[in-house]
T-cell receptor, first 112, second 110 residues
Framework: SQTIHQWPATLVQPVGSPLSLECTVE??????LYWYRQAAGRGLQLLFY??????ISSEVPQNLSASRPQDRQFILSSKKLLLSDSGFYLC???????????FGQGTRLTVV | QKEVEQDPGPLSVPEGAIVSLNCTYSNSAFQYFMWYRQYSRKGPELLMYTYSSGNKEDGRFTAQVDKSSKYISLFIRDSQPSDSATYLCAMSVGTYKYIFGTGTRLKVLA
């Protein structure tokens, strides 16, 4: 069966520090991968999605970037965090051609 | 106008009640409709997935889509305290970009 792993679960980082969140999927090949941010009362906002290694589409221009160095690995990064980057970050995957998205357990990021 | 509208709640019901959760949308191009359940501080869990108008049933859950009215619903029969969570609707035109509602908080009281 397919599983998605996302870590860390919680993170507290100072303003201006770098960020690296990692997500891996097991049990499937060539998944579509997504990073979302969830803010209270605002639903899930799509940040990036990837249909293959090295292929990244950005939905919202901001202080974050994403990379996909391996088929089942998706990384969310920032060089310098802002207070406004605080939130709940979720990784998700779908099979190619499918619209059923499955989510990781999320990372709660607090920038102080 | 938001593409997807969902009442944030909270919605409080007694155990055993039938719960109705709803979303409206404005984009008639949406073809795929999903409901997710999210417990506090956890990732969303896919509950139901439909792509056509009508009803789809899975155990105590029924998803209903009315494309002519741009309205989707999730019904929960015989609600249990373990159903207490936030329920998110989601919809998409194709296979990449999903638009989520803001979620409805449900509390089922024992």
């Amino acid at each position: 069966s397919q599983t998605i792993h996302q870590w860390p679960a919680t993170l507290v980082q100072p303003v201006g520090s770098p960020l690296s969140l990692e997500c891996t999927v097991e049990g499937t090949s060539n998944p579509n991968l997504y990073w979302y941010r969830q803010a209270a009362g605002r639903g899930l906002q799509l940040l990036f999605y990837s249909v293959g290694i090295g292929q990244i589409s950005s939905e919202v221009p901001q202080n974050l970037s994403a990379s996909r160095p391996q088929d089942r690995q998706f990384i969310l990064s920032s060089k310098k965090l802002l207070l406004s980057d605080s939130g709940f970050y979720l990784c998700a995957w779908t099979s190619t051609g499918s619209t059923e998205a499955f989510f990781g357990q999320g990372t709660r990021l607090t920038v102080v | 106008q938001k593409e997807v509208e969902q009442d944030p709640g909270p919605l409080s019901v007694p155990e055993g009640a039938i719960v109705s959760l709803n979303c409206t949308y404005s984009n008639s191009a949406f073809q795929y409709f999903m409901w997710y359940r999210q417990y506090s501080r956890k990732g969303p869990e896919l509950l139901m997935y439909t792509y056509s108008s009508g009803n789809k049933e899975d155990g105590r859950f029924t998803a209903q889509v009315d494309k002519s009215s741009k309205y989707i619903s999730l019904f929960i029969r015989d609600s249990q305290p373990s159903d207490s969570a936030t329920y998110l609707c989601a919809m998409s035109v194709g296979t990449y970009k999903y638009i989520f509602g803001t979620g409805t908080r449900l509390k089922v009281l024992a």
